[in-house]
C-alpha cells in the first residue's frame, strides 16, 4: 500500500512551453501533498504544499505564477511549468500524506525529469 | 533554523567493509527522522524510520540507524556493504504534523571491490 505514481516519468518541451507533471495516490487519500525539486548531485528542495480544496503554499524563492499547482481530489495534484526555460530542467518529485500513512510519514513519487531546450 | 546536517559529501567504502553514514539536526525536541536511498535518475526509496521508541531503528536491505537524543544524530550503519549499496543517501527530518520533510545535501556511497 501508500504508492504514489508520477507521469510522465520524463518530458523534454522547448523553452516558451507549459508542462503538466501529474502525482497520484494510488491506494490512499492524500489530504497533503509536496512537491520538491532536485537539480543534479543536489538534495531536495520544497517548492510547495498543498492540501486538498485550497491554495498551494509555496516556498521562498518560488514563483507561484510560474509554478502552478492544483490539488482538486484527494488523490490527484499538478504542478504546471508555466513558460518553462532551461533553467527550470530538474527533477521534479511529489510526496503524498494521509490516509493509512502514520504520523507524519509521506511517501514519495519516482520522480519525472523535465529537460526544456 | 531547523536544519539537517550530512557532514560527508562523499565516502568510499571497500566490498564487505562496514559503514555508517552521519546524519545531525537541529531541533529542540524530538523529530521524526528518516534514511532514504537513491539510485541515478531514480526516485527516493525509504530506508528505515524513527517516530518513537527504541532508538536503534531496523531497515531494508540489512541498513540500521541509531537515535542519539544526547547528540541529535541519527547515524546509518551496514555491517558489510554490497557493490549494490553505491547511491546516493540522505537524512530526512519531520518536525511537525502534515509539514514536509527537510533534507540533508545528502553522502555519495562509492564501493570498491
Known amino acids: 500500500g501508500a504508492v504514489v505514481s508520477q507521469h510522465p516519468s520524463w518530458v523534454i518541451c522547448k523553452s516558451g512551453t507549459s508542462v503538466k507533471i501529474e502525482c497520484r495516490s494510488l491506494d490512499f487519500q492524500a489530504t497533503t501533498m509536496f512537491w520538491y525539486r532536485q537539480f543534479p548531485k543536489q538534495s531536495l528542495m520544497l517548492m510547495a504544499t498543498?492540501?486538498?480544496?485550497?491554495?498551494?503554499?509555496?516556498e521562498q524563492g518560488v514563483e507561484k505564477d510560474k509554478f502552478l499547482i492544483n490539488h482538486a481530489s484527494l488523490t490527484l495534484s499538478t504542478l504546471t511549468v508555466t513558460s518553462a526555460h532551461p533553467e527550470d530542467s530538474s527533477f521534479y518529485i511529489c510526496?503524498?500524506?494521509?490516509?493509512?500513512?502514520?504520523?507524519?510519514?509521506?511517501?514519495f513519487g519516482p520522480g519525472t525529469r523535465l529537460t526544456v531546450l | 533554523a531547523q536544519s539537517v546536517t550530512q557532514p560527508d559529501i562523499h565516502i568510499t567504502v571497500s566490498e564487505g567493509a562496514s559503514l555508517e553514514l552521519r546524519c545531525n539536526y537541529s531541533y529542540g525536541a524530538t523529530p521524526y527522522l528518516f534514511w532514504y536511498v537513491q539510485s541515478p535518475g531514480q526516485g527516493l526509496q525509504l530506508l528505515l524510520k524513527?517516530?518513537?521508541?527504541?532508538?536503534l531503528v531496523q531497515g531494508i536491505k540489512g541498513f540500521e540507524a541509531e537515535f542519539k537524543r544526547s547528540q541529535s544524530s541519527f547515524n546509518l550503519r551496514k555491517p558489510s556493504v554490497h557493490w549494490s549499496d553505491a547511491a546516493e543517501y540522505f537524512c530526512?527530518?519531520?518536525?511537525?504534523?502534515?509539514?514536509?520533510?527537510?533534507f540533508g545535501k545528502g553522502t555519495t556511497l562509492s564501493v570498491s571491490s
Open positions: 524513527y517516530f518513537s521508541g527504541d532508538t
Open positions: 530526512a527530518v519531520g518536525y511537525q504534523a502534515g509539514t514536509a520533510l527537510i
Open positions: 498543498s492540501n486538498e480544496g485550497s491554495k498551494a503554499t509555496y
Open positions: 510526496s503524498a500524506r494521509g490516509g493509512l500513512a502514520a504520523y507524519n510519514e509521506q511517501f
